[in-house]
Nanobody, 115 residues
């Protein structure tokens, strides 16, 4: 059974930082790429960042330079370090893994950035 479990969301003031983690347990090495997406209220789910098994990263223009995606093979986790957060970063953040033509999703973690 595929399970992606996010953690690390919460409330932070503008300019602050948060670190999200996604644990993929025994399915971690089957995913390529893995990534983070977000969905703000009333909006579609958008790409935040992805990382391949080889470590190649891709970022949305809106977060490039502020967010960093990384993967820890030992912990079987993909993390998203978020800095200089803005109110417009407020959203539910979802971890995603791509495998065999399908995308798998976690349940999401809420990030709220207050002004």
């Amino acid at each position: 059974q595929v399970q992606l479990v996010e953690s690390g969301g919460g409330l932070v003031q503008a300019g602050g930082s948060l670190r999200l983690s996604c644990a993929a347990s025994n399915t971690f090495f089957s995913f390529n790429p893995m990534g983070w997406y977000r969905q703000a209220p009333g909006k579609q789910r958008d790409l935040v960042a992805t990382i391949t098994s080889g470590g190649t990263t891709n970022y949305a223009d809106s977060v490039r330079g502020r967010f960093t995606i990384s993967r820890d093979n030992a912990k079987k986790e993909v993390d998203l370090q978020m800095k200089s957060l803005k109110p417009e970063d407020t959203a539910v953040y979802y971890c995603s893994g791509h495998r065999a033509g399908m995308d798998y999703w976690g349940k999401g973690t809420l990030v709220t950035v207050s002004s």
